[in-house]
C-alpha cells in the first residue's frame, strides 16, 4: 500500500528540488513558483532552511543551498551498508557492459531506485537513486513480483491494474504472469520498451536477509538487444557473486 505523505512535511524537500532543477540562485518569487508553495508559506520554509545552515543569501533576494547537503549526504553514503556491499561489483558490470546498472528494491506498490551506475557512453538510460518506477513495466519491478510467493503476486495482481506507461506495456494479467513465471525459470525479467520507449533492460534478483534487491542493466533498445546473451551472463555472474 502506498503511504499518502504530508505536503507540509515534504516541502522543504520540494525548495531543493527547484534548485537542483535551476542550477543557479533563485528568489523568493521564483522558489515559490518553481515549487509550487504559496508565497508566505514559501518564505517560512526558506527561513527555517537557513536557520539550519541549509542556505545562505546571496543578496536581499536571492539564496542557494551550502555545502552541508553535500557533505552530510557524503557522509550517509559512505556508511550505506548495501552501497558498500554492492557498489564495487556493480562498477564492475556497468564497464564491462558499457550500459547503465541500477540497484532498486521494493518500496510499497513501486521500485525504489537505490543506486544508478550511469554508463559512459553518449546515448544511454540516464536516471537517478530516489526515483520510483512501477512494478509492472520496470524490469526491477518484475523481479520483486516474479520472486515473490504466487500469493503475494496474485494478491498485488488483483488489488492492482496495469497502467499503460508505452505501448509496449503489458496491460494484461495473464500475459503478465507468464512473462513472470518463464523470467523465474531463466533467472532474469527482460523489459523491452515497457516503462520508457526504446530502452530494454534485464534485471536480476539479489537477497540480503530477507530483503530481495533487484540489479538491473539498462540502455537502448537495439544496443541491448544485440548483446542480450552477454548482459545476461554477466549480470547472472555479478549477482551470484553478491550472494552471501
Known amino acids: 500500500m502506498t503511504?499518502?505523505?504530508?505536503?507540509?512535511?515534504?516541502?522543504?524537500?520540494?525548495?531543493?528540488?527547484?534548485?537542483?532543477?535551476?542550477?543557479?540562485?533563485?528568489?523568493?518569487?521564483?522558489?515559490?513558483?518553481?515549487?509550487?508553495?504559496?508565497?508566505?508559506?514559501?518564505?517560512?520554509?526558506?527561513?527555517?532552511?537557513?536557520?539550519?545552515?541549509?542556505?545562505?543569501?546571496?543578496?536581499?533576494?536571492?539564496?542557494y543551498p551550502t555545502r552541508w547537503l553535500w557533505d552530510t549526504?557524503?557522509?550517509?553514503?559512505?556508511?550505506?551498508?548495501?552501497?558498500?556491499?554492492?557498489?564495487?561489483?556493480?562498477?564492475?558490470?556497468?564497464?564491462?557492459?558499457?550500459?547503465?546498472?541500477?540497484?532498486?528494491?521494493?518500496?510499497?506498490?513501486?521500485?525504489?531506485?537505490?543506486?544508478?551506475?550511469?554508463?559512459?557512453?553518449?546515448?544511454?538510460?540516464?536516471?537517478?537513486?530516489?526515483?520510483?518506477?512501477?512494478?509492472?513495466?520496470?524490469?526491477?519491478g518484475k523481479v520483486m513480483l516474479a520472486w515473490a510467493t504466487d500469493e503475494q503476486r496474485q494478491a498485488w495482481l488483483t488489488a492492482h491494474a496495469l497502467l499503460q506507461a508505452t505501448p509496449h506495456t503489458i496491460t494484461d494479467a495473464g500475459r503478465l504472469q507468464a512473462d513472470l513465471d518463464d523470467s523465474r525459470k531463466r533467472g532474469y525479467t527482460i523489459t523491452r520498451g515497457e516503462n520508457v520507449e526504446d530502452v530494454m533492460a534485464i534485471a536480476a534478483p539479489i537477497t540480503f536477509g530477507a530483503m530481495t534487491l533487484g540489479v538491473a542493466v539498462a540502455g537502448p533498445r537495439q544496443r541491448v538487444e544485440q548483446n542480450a546473451e552477454k548482459i545476461s551472463q554477466l549480470l547472472l555472474s555479478t549477482t551470484a557473486g553478491l550472494k552471501p
Open 3 to 63: 503511504t499518502t505523505l504530508s505536503r507540509s512535511a515534504l516541502r522543504p524537500f520540494y525548495v531543493l528540488e527547484a534548485f537542483r532543477k535551476a542550477k543557479r540562485p533563485l528568489s523568493l518569487s521564483e522558489i515559490s513558483q518553481m515549487a509550487g508553495i504559496p508565497m508566505s508559506t514559501c518564505h517560512s520554509v526558506i527561513r527555517s532552511l537557513e536557520q539550519y545552515g541549509l542556505l545562505y543569501f546571496l543578496s536581499n533576494r536571492e539564496s
Open 73 to 140: 549526504a557524503s557522509e550517509i553514503n559512505a556508511h550505506d551498508p548495501i552501497a558498500i556491499r554492492c557498489q564495487p561489483a556493480l562498477m564492475a558490470l556497468r564497464d564491462a557492459t558499457n550500459e547503465t546498472v541500477i540497484l532498486g528494491t521494493r518500496q510499497d506498490d513501486r521500485v525504489l531506485y537505490l543506486l544508478v551506475l550511469e554508463s559512459g557512453q553518449t546515448i544511454r538510460y540516464s536516471s537517478r537513486a530516489g526515483d520510483f518506477k512501477p512494478l509492472h513495466s520496470s524490469s526491477i
